[in-house]
């Protein structure tokens, strides 16, 4: 009987232990890093310092970016896809132009960005600290 008691409790603590939650399901992939919903929207401020050694001047520049997710769609390839349109502006009170459009593809590892008939990887899941990636993967270099 004691054996039996004993074998019971070895196997009560062998299922306890080997019933612990995964720690995989507390990984953040980061899928939401980019926004993909229809009419979502970043506004960027990108300010700039132009030198010229010609006439020893120096030019400060602000430009605004808005970039917004316009179109969903389908690529070649046969993948949900997102059109985006980005916008530019000189001043805060200015109107928005519409500078140019390119588009995007988001999967379970990346997100490639196809802006005049090149792609880019331009982000990776899960993001870590320290690595890198070939963003330019896709690009063929051109022979001389």
């Given at each position: 009987m004691k054996k039996l008691r004993i074998f019971f409790l070895f196997l009560t603590i062998a299922l306890v232990v080997s019933c612990k939650k995964d720690k995989?399901?507390?990984i953040d992939l980061a899928y939401d890093y980019v926004n993909?919903?229809?009419g979502s929207y970043v506004v960027y401020q990108m300010d700039s310092i132009l030198?010229?050694?010609f006439n020893n001047s120096v030019t400060k520049k602000t430009v605004f970016y808005k970039e917004k997710m316009a179109e969903n769609f389908t690529d070649n390839l046969g993948r949900p896809a997102q059109r985006v349109e980005r916008y530019t502006k000189d001043s805060l009170n200015g109107d928005w132009k519409l500078a140019r459009t390119y588009y995007i593809v988001k999967t379970n590892k990346n997100i490639e960005k196809v802006e005049e008939n090149l792609r880019f990887v331009s982000f990776v899941f899960p993001p870590?600290?320290?690595e890198t990636w070939d963003g330019n993967r896709f690009i063929e270099p051109i022979d001389n």
């Open positions: 995989s399901d507390d993909t919903e229809l030198y010229d050694d870590v600290l320290g």
